[in-house]
C-alpha cells in the first residue's frame, strides 16, 4: 500500500478509508479506489471571466478554439462564453480529505486528472480545510481538461 500511496499522493489511510480496509493487507489482482467518487454534470457551455493579466494570446493557447473572444479589447471580469465538453465536478467529500487534491474526471473510458494547485493559486489557502466543498467547472481541450472556475461551499 505504501508504493501505491507514494506513486498516486492518496495517503494510506485515503486508500482504507475509500476501500473499507481494517489492515494495510490487501491481495494481488485486489481492485481499490483511489479518489472519491464525484458527482459530474455534463453541459455544452460555461462562462470564463477574464483575470487580470489575461491575453486573448493565452485564452486560446489555454481554451483553442472553444473559447468564444470578443473583436475588442478584454476587460477584467468580462464573461466569455466557452463551449464544447463542460463538465461541473463537485467534491463528493470535504475539500481537506482529498489527499493530493487531485480530483479524477471520468468521462467515456478516458480518464484524465485535474490537478488543482496548477496555475491556480487562488485555491492554494484552502488545501488544508476539511470544512469546505467544491465545485469545479472545466472544459475539454483536445486530451486535456482545463478548469474554467470554482465555487467553495462551507459545510456545517
Given at each position: 500500500m505504501y508504493s501505491i500511496s507514494k506513486r498516486t499522493g492518496v495517503s494510506i489511510?485515503?486508500?482504507?478509508?475509500?476501500?473499507?480496509?481494517?489492515?494495510?493487507?490487501i491481495k494481488i489482482g485486489q481492485i481499490l479506489t483511489l479518489y472519491p467518487d464525484?458527482?459530474?454534470?455534463?453541459?455544452?457551455s460555461a462562462s470564463y471571466f477574464v483575470k487580470s493579466g489575461d491575453t486573448k494570446y493565452t485564452l486560446q493557447n489555454k481554451f483553442g478554439?472553444?473559447?468564444?473572444?470578443?473583436?475588442?479589447?478584454?476587460?477584467?471580469?468580462?464573461?466569455?462564453?466557452?463551449?464544447?465538453?463542460?463538465?461541473?465536478?463537485t467534491t463528493e467529500e470535504?475539500?481537506?480529505?482529498?489527499d493530493g487534491r487531485v480530483i479524477e474526471v471520468k468521462v467515456g473510458n478516458d480518464y484524465?486528472?485535474?490537478n488543482l494547485y496548477q496555475g491556480n493559486a487562488p485555491i492554494e489557502h484552502l488545501a488544508n480545510?476539511?470544512?469546505?466543498?467544491?465545485?469545479?467547472?472545466?472544459?475539454?481541450v483536445g486530451p486535456r481538461?482545463?478548469?474554467?472556475s470554482y465555487?467553495?461551499?462551507?459545510l456545517e
Amino acid at each position: 500500500m505504501y508504493s501505491i500511496s507514494k506513486r498516486t499522493g492518496v495517503s494510506i489511510d485515503s486508500i482504507k478509508r475509500l476501500n473499507h480496509l481494517t489492515s494495510d493487507i490487501i491481495k494481488i489482482g485486489q481492485i481499490l479506489t483511489l479518489y472519491p467518487d464525484t458527482g459530474v454534470i455534463y453541459r455544452t457551455s460555461a462562462s470564463y471571466f477574464v483575470k487580470s493579466g489575461d491575453t486573448k494570446y493565452t485564452l486560446q493557447n489555454k481554451f483553442g478554439n472553444t473559447i468564444a473572444l470578443p473583436s475588442g479589447t478584454l476587460q477584467v471580469l468580462q464573461e466569455l462564453k466557452i463551449s464544447g465538453e463542460v463538465l461541473e465536478i463537485t467534491t463528493e467529500e470535504p475539500f481537506g480529505l482529498a489527499d493530493g487534491r487531485v480530483i479524477e474526471v471520468k468521462v467515456g473510458n478516458d480518464y484524465y486528472a485535474i490537478n488543482l494547485y496548477q496555475g491556480n493559486a487562488p485555491i492554494e489557502h484552502l488545501a488544508n480545510r476539511t470544512d469546505l466543498r467544491l465545485t469545479f467547472t472545466v472544459v475539454r481541450v483536445g486530451p486535456r481538461y482545463e478548469m474554467v472556475s470554482y465555487a467553495v461551499q462551507e459545510l456545517e
